[in-house]
């Protein structure tokens, strides 16, 4: 689901944290990426239907983020741990507790959990009603969003072209 961890992610990091110099296109991009690395990985080390490996662990966040904070100083350390939290509110939205084999990898070894498996497939256009909470996630996701481009005027007059820029809220 990328809507819904878009969605979700953004929500939950604006009410915790609000508006404060947070650089949301970072948070945005962590609420992706462990989909996006391990459907890459996927492609050339992993098989099985589950997609979530690696990425899906709380080592690979941990690690991310720690070589941020070693890596970045200032404006810039702030902006990019936005990476992590991102990450870690995608491992959230996608219940991984309930495959502790993939989110404590290696601790119980060097497989990974079969289930939950990742939504992707033809299955979910061929098959709509067989993935109804899928879609509803998606939809949520979506409405969310939609706030957020409706609360902050992200169509009016260039706005949206100021946040592709910095990754401020504005009001």
């Known amino acids: 689901m990328i809507l819904w961890h878009l969605g979700?992610?953004?929500?939950?990091?604006?009410?915790?944290?609000?508006?404060?110099?947070?650089d949301y296109r970072f948070i945005l991009?962590?609420?992706?990426l462990p989909d996006v690395i391990d459907g890459v990985l996927g492609l050339f080390?992993?098989?099985?239907?589950?997609?979530?490996?690696?990425?899906?662990?709380?080592?690979?966040?941990?690690?991310?983020?720690?070589?941020?904070?070693?890596?970045?100083?200032?404006e810039r350390r702030q902006s990019w741990f936005g990476i992590g939290v991102g990450w870690l509110l995608h491992l959230v939205g996608d219940g991984m507790w309930r495959a502790p084999v993939?989110?404590?990898?290696?601790?119980?070894?060097t497989e990974f959990a079969g289930v939950p498996r990742e939504p992707y497939?033809?299955?979910l256009l061929v098959h709509p009603l067989d993935h109804l909470g899928t879609w509803g996630g998606e939809l949520v996701g979506l409405a969310i969003l939609a706030w957020f481009w409706v609360a902050f005027r992200l169509g009016h007059g260039g706005r949206l072209k100021l946040?592709?820029?910095?990754?401020?809220?504005?009001?």
């Open 163 to 171: 946040f592709l820029s910095d990754g401020y809220l504005r009001p």
């Open 121 to 123: 497939s033809w299955d």
């Open 102 to 109: 993939t989110f404590l990898w290696p601790a119980f070894g």
């Open 8 to 22: 979700t992610a953004a929500l939950i990091v604006y009410a915790t944290l609000g508006r404060r110099r947070i």
């Open 45 to 74: 080390f992993f098989e099985g239907r589950s997609g979530r490996w690696i990425a899906h662990s709380i080592l690979a966040v941990i690690t991310v983020t720690v070589v941020i904070l070693i890596g970045f100083r200032g």
């Open 29 to 32: 991009i962590g609420s992706v």
